[in-house]
């Protein structure tokens, strides 16, 4: 990789994460809540509201905030963080930390909550490890992937959420946004060859089977997209403008398409090096090996793909266990059928874009050949 397209790519992901960025506007204000940046000065007190040895614990903390920002900035204001909400000591506040408040006036009295930590800063050090792993691993290639990374996450921001804002049917954005997710990653990190080229095929080829079975799916196991607290939050928040049922099938597109891209770079990489390695064989000879390989990394995929989605479930499913519902009820739900959906469709879309990516490689072998 020459220091130029190594220079170009980075280029464009800059371009795509300013604008990202300026499209996010002010990240301190919402629809109909704006809220304060503030600090833990000093921990006034921390105790129980039910210290009984039975029943849900509500732990609690008073603290003394300075304001950071606001007409009020600079201000010391008391907040009790906890007690009625859920709180554990893995959520207990330390001086220097920083906060999110809200602000309610009752005349010239102004109260405040505290409404969310700061994290996302601590992520900095976990980025950092990360970077620190990809060039020392990876070098330049490392370099890429994580410009492809920066470069979807830009995409996904800057056409499938505000698309999906405007409501209405949800599907179509979707695709037209993953489609584009896809394209920006796979030249950026992989450049612009034939390998990446059939490699994009095979892609756009499973987000068709994909979004097909999902659509199946979706209208034959009667989904309404009202199945948890947040989607409904999200219907009544929006004044029912977004298509909650087109909006679990654009859920579960772009839940396939990390695991779509990993398989057919996979296996178009995997035809170009037979096919360099062993510059006489057959067309045939060579859609074969290379789909040997190919069915070796379906099986280990899938299987990440499960495991990916139940880890993210384990407090689902761990409240399942304890029976609070019966189990034929719980495992009918909304949610779950959703999530099972969700990699059944991908699992689909992997096996089939393994034989069209590798016969696609394979064309432009041949064609680069003659």
């Known amino acids: 990789m020459t220091s130029a397209s190594l220079a170009l790519r980075f280029g464009l992901v800059t371009a795509l994460a300013a604008l990202a960025l300026t499209a996010c506007g002010d990240w301190n204000r919402g629809e109909g809540v704006a809220v304060l940046d503030a600090h833990v000065v000093r921990v006034i007190e921390t105790g129980d509201r039910n210290p009984a040895p039975t029943g849900a614990r509500q732990p609690f903390q ?71 792993a990809l060039v020392a691993v990876a070098r330049f290639k490392g370099l890429a992937a994580l410009a492809g990374l920066a470069s979807s996450v830009a995409v996904f921001l800057l056409v499938i959420v505000p698309a999906l804002q405007r409501g209405g049917d949800p599907l179509v954005p979707t695709l037209v946004g993953a489609a584009a997710v896809v394209t920006v990653s796979v030249f950026v990190v992989h450049g612009l060859n034939w390998k990446s080229l059939a490699a994009l095929l095979g892609t756009y080829a499973g987000l068709v089977v994909v979004a097909t079975i999902g659509a199946m799916g979706v209208a034959s196991l009667r989904i309404t997209g009202l199945g948890s607290e947040d989607q409904i939050f999200l219907a009544v928040g929006t004044d029912g403008r977004i298509d909650m049922q087109r909006l679990v099938l654009a859920g579960v597109i772009v839940g396939s398409l990390g695991a779509l891209v990993d398989m057919c770079v996979g296996q178009a990489s995997a035809t170009m090096e037979l096919a360099a390695a062993h510059q006489h064989i057959e067309p045939r000879a060579l859609f074969r090996s290379a789909l040997n390989v190919g069915e070796d990394h379906i099986g280990s995929l ?31 739900s909304e949610t779950i059928i959703e999530s099972v959906l969700t990699v059944l469709s991908a699992s689909v879309g992997l096996v089939l874009c393994v034989p069209i990516t590798t016969a696609i490689a394979v064309f432009f072998v041949q064609r680069r050949v003659a």
């Open 302 to 332: 899938v299987n990440t793909l499960a495991l990916a989605y139940f880890g993210g479930a384990m407090p689902l499913i761990m409240l399942l266990s304890l029976g609070f519902q019966p189990l034929s009820v719980a495992l009918n």
């Open 62 to 132: 008073r603290l003394e905030l300075q304001l950071d920002s606001g007409l009020l900035r600079g201000d010391l204001v008391n907040v009790e963080w906890g007690g009625r909400r859920a709180l554990n000591a893995g959520g207990f506040l330390r001086a220097g930390d920083r906060v999110l408040v809200t602000e309610t006036r009752e005349g010239l009295v102004r109260q405040y909550a505290i409404e969310e930590i700061v994290r996302l800063p601590g992520l900095l050090p976990f980025t950092l490890f990360l970077f620190a």
